[in-house]
């Protein structure tokens, strides 16, 4: 069993979408990070977080440490938020969820 | 500002050559150091992590090593090459407080 789990795998959405995407995880942590890693494969940090809640621009992200899940949201999707969507959690080492492929339809 | 730089970009080499692909990190100083790989249609696997130079901890057995000559320096290596290394290669960085890791732009090995 991974020590963090991701949903969906793949996604596929209008243009305008709301689209959530969640991650569960089985380990004591210290932080949480939502990456985003695009197709020519580099990767950028879009949040770290530790309880709570964070937004920046269309993206939310949540945190419930008892529920050990966060969730990614993206408000009124657009065909650039396509990508691959990595959840990693801070444990005693950096663990990595597989990924949610995440496509958005002009 | 910090920046990580990794090379060569992408590399298709054979089954049984030899690797090395060389990281580097600048702006920082006594970064904790990662190698990752993601195969194809997977997570990212932890390779290696340094904490110092010289210090290397292996995570997963294999037929690649790691060596850190210097402090912001970070090269992973093979003597013979499989199939199964084909992969994107990414390194990444933290600070001594493990809070955010930041990755180089990777490399895409193919071995065929």
């Known amino acids: 069993k991974n020590e963090v789990e991701q949903s969906p795998q793949n996604l596929t959405a209008q243009e305008g979408e709301f689209i959530t995407i969640n991650c569960s995880y089985s380990v004591g942590i210290s932080a949480l990070h939502w990456l985003q890693q695009h197709p020519g494969g580099g990767i950028v940090s879009l949040f770290m977080l530790s309880s709570g809640k964070k937004k920046h621009g269309r993206l939310i992200a949540t945190i419930n440490i008892q529920e050990k899940h966060s969730s990614l949201h993206i408000t009124a999707s657009h065909p650039r938020d396509s990508a691959v969507y990595i959840c990693?959690?801070?444990?005693?080492?950096?663990?990595f969820g597989t990924g949610t492929s995440l496509t958005v339809i002009p | 500002s910090q920046t990580i730089h990794q090379w060569p970009a992408t590399l298709v080499q054979p089954v049984g050559s030899p690797l090395s692909l060389e990281c580097t990190v600048e702006?920082?100083?006594?970064?904790?150091l990662y190698w990752y790989r993601q195969a194809a249609g997977r997570g990212l696997q932890l390779l290696f992590y340094s904490v110092g130079i010289g210090q290397i901890s292996s995570e997963v057995p294999q037929n690649l090593s790691a060596s850190r000559p210097q402090d912001r320096q970070f090269i992973l290596s093979s003597k013979k090459l499989l199939l199964s290394d084909s992969g994107f290669y990414l390194c990444a960085w933290t600070g001594v407080s493990r809070d955010t890791q930041y990755f180089g732009p990777g490399t895409r090995l193919t071995v065929l």
């Open positions: 990693a959690v801070n444990g005693n080492q950096f663990y």
């Open positions: 702006g920082t100083s006594n970064p904790n």
